[in-house]
């Protein structure tokens, strides 16, 4: 368990977001403007966004996932070019030159099993994440040329994303993940965050992710949900008895 004391989010215009209603009704959640800033401003530092990046972007506009890459690419100054995936549409995009790259293990199982073998050199740094990711799914999109793939993961509460690891072709791949700056970690089998890119609903209070972790000393270990809710293609999916 490890924790660090810090100030109380000051209070300020609220941005309200809607979850996926997958367990049974969409619920609001509520940011900052500040809140979303800190997070553009971590996000632009992690992945080095820059004017002259590209992205392929198959994260809906009305998620929160779009503050990962999307919209911080673009308060930039790169592209973002949205679409709904499928591997002959990514194959087809791929003409756009994109350096930056988003996509769910969903979708790079749906491109493997395609029988697609895309040239992905150009793409200097993706992230893979929102579901249970395999070393197999990072493997393949390093094997197709992504130069760094992270393996990310996050809260739709808290402005993903919390923990990430990098990987560049000849590393040994696992599942591991790092824990990135910005927030405090309260360890009780499941992880509890606080961070400034905490939505404001928690200001200054622990946010219960439900997700079980285990921690080996340097390496977080996703081991599943303390509830009934599993993810799925991305979406979330409550469990019946």
């Known amino acids: 368990m490890f924790m660090k004391e810090f100030g109380i989010l000051s209070s300020g215009v609220k941005v309200k977001f809607k979850t996926t209603g997958s367990t049974g009704e969409p619920k609001d959640i509520l940011h900052t403007k500040e809140s979303l800033q800190d997070a553009i401003d971590r996000n632009i530092k992690l992945f080095d966004l820059k004017e002259s990046d590209v992205l392929l972007n198959f ?13 911080p690419l673009e308060q930039v100054g790169g592209k973002v070019f949205d679409n709904k995936f499928s591997p002959e549409v990514f194959v087809e995009m791929l003409s756009e030159k994109p350096t930056k790259l988003i996509l769910i293990p969903t979708m790079v199982r749906m491109l493997k099993e395609s029988g697609l073998r895309p040239d992905l050199s150009g793409i200097e740094h993706m992230l893979i994440g929102a579901e ?3 070393i197999d799914d990072i493997e393949f999109m390093l094997e197709l040329g992504v130069q760094k793939v992270m393996h990310g993961y996050g809260s739709t509460e808290c402005v993903p994303i919390v923990f990430g690891t990098n990987f560049t072709k000849g590393d040994k791949v696992h599942t591991g993940l790092r824990r990135l700056s910005g927030w405090d970690i309260m360890l009780d089998k499941t992880l509890h965050l606080r961070g400034n890119a905490m939505l404001s609903n928690h ?3 622990y946010y219960d992710t439900k997700d079980i972790f285990t921690f080996d000393g340097e390496f977080f270990y996703w081991k599943g949900r303390s509830d009934n ?8 999916v409550v469990k019946k008895n």
């Open 59 to 71: 994260v809906p506009r009305h998620t929160i996932g779009v503050y990962i890459m999307a919209v």
């Open 132 to 134: 249970e990711t395999s």
């Open 203 to 205: 200001d200054g209070d």
């Open 229 to 236: 809710i599993v993810k799925k293609s991305g979406w979330k």
